[in-house]
């Protein structure tokens, strides 16, 4: 990567695919957890596009690279800071502060350090590869102080910032012992981007009261005359490729093998996500075995799969959750299994969109139960795989998804009581009804897509400051 040639540069903490070593020991590439890249990866190639972003593990030192035809430029992190910026500051403070306190926030003063350390590197780089005037789209909690550094070195530069999880209100965000210092580096945006409209208002009345700034609707007016746009624009998917997949012969197949060795229940029941203690994962599982211990469902009969994705094991909450979610598992399957019939057929794994798309297939109720989620890209994965606009939704009201999903089966996840029933009617629910909800949400799943949410964010972003900087082509 030549130094000022990127005319649209991403900043992200990773990139989009991670290094690996495998068994044999030979380092390759796989697709990171997340998936942006099917969003940028059209107006990247239209625009000479870099992404900035850490490679995954603690290898220094490597060079800027292409894949696929994208052009890659890794920031590597030292142990430490893989310690105090990504599992401290990031995922040990932020993440459960962002996301309504499902876990205790924990605040230090070295954590916090590493994350302004880790941010100035990724703003540096972001600086040295931009071309003049050029487009800088900052992604996530992970990397809040870095619009601000760089509008600093490069005032020539249009830059955005999009948080794709929860931004809390005012009462939460206050903890948070740097939380001037947070806004003002979201504030070096033009365009400060949010999933949904209540996150826009958290963060304008946060300006206002914290910062000071004068603000009106969702404008923030600086003191040097620059005005900061706070808007939503609620992500996608790839609606045209999941589909694709859902209708090829292989998942067809793959979706029926899935259910054959299920012992072909009737219903099957499905739960995707990343182990995450915001998940609502026990709570569900909870749910679902009182209505087979009440014998509302028959073992057998009704089968729940629940296929949990690996993540950030090193941090403490995320293994306690591990070892709560096996014990339940296997207390759930030890108290009401039978041979070859468990309840819960549990899968602690991480699958290729293949798969994917082929449980999708296979189930009859998508359960995504989330105490609190910036959007949940799953529920809208199963509605575009649902072709035969059949198969159940039901959604965690805390969901920013329950946002545009309003036909699925809505639920508060705290209440179990009403989880159970919603998981009754869904189970229970005519086609008619069932064709109903899922053709409505279909619908908007598929007016929606991600490049709708790329082109969205990006001519927004262009709008802000007209006379300013390059345009970036759609
Ligand atoms: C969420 C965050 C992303 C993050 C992803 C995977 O979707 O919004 O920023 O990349 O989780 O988490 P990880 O910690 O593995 O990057």
Redesign the pocket.
């Known amino acids: 990567m030549r130094n000022r040639s990127a005319d649209l540069v991403i900043v ?3 990139l989009p695919v991670d290094r690996v070593t495998d068994d044999d020991g030979t380092p390759s590439w796989r697709p ?3 998936g942006l890249v099917s969003a940028l990866e059209p107006v990247m190639r239209a625009n000479d596009g870099a992404w900035i972003g850490w490679p995954g593990g603690t290898e220094t030192g490597m060079r800027p690279f292409t894949s696929d035809g994208l052009s890659l430029v890794p920031e590597s992190l030292s142990a430490e800071e893989i310690e105090e910026h ?1 599992e401290g500051f ?2 040990g403070t932020l993440w459960p502060l962002y996301h309504d306190l499902v876990a205790k926030p924990e605040f230090h003063r070295e954590w916090w350090d590493a994350y302004v350390r880790v941010n100035q590197r990724f703003a540096d780089r972001a600086a040295k590869i931009a071309s003049h005037g050029a487009t800088v789209w900052v ?4 990397m809040q102080l870095v619009p601000q550094m760089l509008r600093d070195k490069r005032p020539d530069l249009r830059i955005g910032f999009y948080l ?2 929860p931004f809390p209100p005012a009462e939460l965000f206050q903890q948070l012992p740097w939380r001037r210092e947070i806004l003002q580096g979201l504030l070096g945006a033009d365009l400060v981007g949010f999933q949904l409209p209540g996150a826009a208002q958290n963060f304008i009345r946060l300006v206002r009261q914290r910062v000071g700034h004068k603000t009106h609707r969702d404008l923030v007016y600086l003191p040097d005359g620059r005005t900061v746009k706070a808007a939503a624009f609620p992500i996608s998917i790839d609606v045209d490729g999941f589909e694709e997949l859902a209708a090829s012969e292989s998942v067809a197949e793959r979706a029926s093998e899935i259910r054959e060795a299920l012992g072909n229940p009737d219903t099957v029941f499905l739960g995707i996500d ?1 182990l995450d203690y915001t998940k609502g994962i026990y709570a569900r599982l909870r749910a679902f075995s009182e209505l087979v211990r009440d014998k509302h469902l028959a073992v057998g009969e009704a089968v729940f799969v629940q296929v949990a994705t690996p ?2 094991e090193r941090v403490e909450q995320y293994r306690i959750l591990r070892d709560d979610i096996d014990r339940l598992v296997g207390r759930i399957n030890g108290d009401l299994g039978e041979i070859g019939k468990p309840v819960i057929s549990y899968l602690h794994s991480s699958y290729p969109r293949h798969e994917m798309a082929a449980l999708y297939r296979a189930a009859d109720v998508m359960v995504v139960t989330p105490f609190r989620d ?1 959007m949940n890209l799953v529920a809208k994965e199963y509605v575009a795989c649902r072709l035969e606009e059949d198969g159940a939704l039901v959604l965690s009201e805390f969901a920013g998804a329950a946002d545009e999903l309003r036909q699925a089966w809505l639920v508060n996840p705290y209440d179990i009581n009403g989880m159970k029933a919603a998981l009754r009617q869904a189970h229970d629910a005519e086609p008619k009804e069932i064709q109903r909800r899922m053709r409505a949400m279909r619908r908007t799943v598929r007016e929606r897509d991600v490049n709708h949410w790329a082109d969205g964010f990006l001519s927004e972003l262009a709008a802000t400051r007209p006379d300013h900087g390059k345009k970036v082509r759609p």
């Open positions: 992200a903490n990773r990171s957890p997340g990504y990031s995922n992604q996530d909690y992970q794709h999880i990343r993540s950030r910036g």
